[in-house]
């Protein structure tokens, strides 16, 4: 069973940067694409970046320039850096496998509270 804890969240102003790490437990982790997934309040979860397991990455439009996701499969780690935060970027972020329209195949962790605000 896949566990995976977010972490590296907090409070930013507009502008600024976060960058925030998932952490997972079992060797599965690394032949598997990753994403990251935006939860604003009020709203659905939506995923907003993805890295397969040779590093190849893809952004929704609205983060595309800002923010980076990488991966380090050695520590089972995926980051995303979040650069020219913005208001709407406020929400949980969590991390997870896609499989496929919103099916994930990761029991999804706590997340991690992003606020961006002056």
């Known amino acids: 069973q896949v566990q995976l804890v977010e972490s590296g969240g907090g409070l930013v102003q507009p502008g600024g940067s976060l960058r925030l790490s998932c952490a997972a437990s079992g060797s599965v982790f690394s032949t598997k694409v990753m994403a990251w997934y935006h939860q604003a309040p009020g709203k659905q979860r939506e995923l907003v970046a993805s890295?397969?397991?040779?590093?190849?990455?893809n952004y929704t439009d609205s983060v595309k320039g800002r923010f980076a996701i990488s991966r380090d499969n050695a520590k089972n780690t995926i980051y995303l850096q979040m650069n020219s935060l913005k208001p709407e970027d406020t929400g949980v972020y969590y991390c997870?496998?896609?499989?496929?329209?919103?099916?994930?195949?990761?029991?999804w962790g706590q997340g991690t509270q992003v606020t961006v605000s002056s």
């Open positions: 997870n496998a896609p499989a496929g329209g919103r099916i994930v195949f990761f029991a």
């Open positions: 890295i397969t397991s040779g590093g190849s990455t």
